[in-house]
T-cell receptor, first 112, second 108 residues
Framework: DADVTQTPRNRITKTGKRIMLECSQTKGHDRMYWYRQDPGLGLRLIYYSFDVKDINKGEISDGYSVSRQAQAKFSLSLESAIPNQTALYFC???????????FGDGTRLSIL | GIQVEQSPPDLILQEGANSTLRCNFSDSVNNLQWFHQNPWGQLINLFYIPSGTKQNGRLSATTVATERYSLLYISSSQTTDSGVYFCAGGYNFNKFYFGSGTKLNVKP
């Protein structure tokens, strides 16, 4: 089983719908992250959490919200999806600041 | 934020050739990783290398932290090496910045 699992893997939805992307991990890491990747570009940080009570905005948090339900679970929500939020979304985890990040397989989100 | 410049943006190689990919940072970082994104979109962690040199098979990486750059070497390239290579770095992962990638196409 994958250490970092993202669900769903693919989603097509309509403008204005509420969407939730979920991430769970079995690595026991405290730190979790959500990134977005647009075609032809690198990833950009949306939100990150260093523990259940600590959530921080990243580079592009507008239009998104997150919830850290437990150490192992970190969800990303789009309250009212818009077409320019169509992208590949990644969840990642890390242990300490001097350890690498580990990524899930991504969620392809298309908003029509 | 930190600007991350990767070069070259595109690279075409014949199978068996060697290559060097470069990553420059606009500011100092204490976390630095190299990733390979395969055609299915999966990000594969290649190296965590905030400084020094590491090797893993045909791949090796060197980071010169004082000069804010990192190099990824691919030797004896194979068609399975094709994809996009990203470097990323930041400070304590509080703000972690990705480059735009080098798209590698290895031809048989």
């Amino acid at each position: 089983d994958a250490d970092v699992t993202q669900t769903p893997r693919n989603r097509i939805t309509k403008t204005g719908k509420r969407i939730m992307l979920e991430c769970s991990q079995t690595k026991g890491h405290d730190r979790m992250y959500w990134y977005r990747q647009d075609p032809g570009l690198g990833l950009r940080l949306i939100y990150y959490s260093f523990d259940v009570k600590d959530i921080n905005k990243g580079e592009i948090s507008d239009g998104y919200s997150v919830s850290r339900q437990a150490q192992a679970k970190f969800s990303l929500s789009l309250e009212s999806a818009i077409p320019n939020q169509t992208a590949l979304y990644f969840c990642a985890t890390s242990d300490f600041s001097d350890q690498p990040q580990h990524f899930g397989d991504g969620t392809r989100l298309s908003i029509l | 934020g930190i600007q991350v410049e990767q070069s070259p943006p595109d690279l075409i190689l014949q199978e068996g050739a060697n290559s060097t990919l470069r990553c420059n940072f606009s500011d100092s970082v204490n976390n630095l990783q190299w990733f390979h994104q395969n055609p299915w979109g999966q990000l594969i962690n290649l190296f965590y290398i905030p400084s020094g040199t590491k090797q893993n098979g045909r791949l090796s990486a060197t980071t010169v932290a004082t000069e804010r750059y990192s190099l990824l070497y691919i030797s004896s390239s194979q068609t399975t090496d094709s994809g996009v290579y990203f470097c990323a770095g930041g400070y304590n992962f509080n703000k972690f910045y990705f480059g735009s990638g080098t798209k590698l196409n290895v031809k048989p």
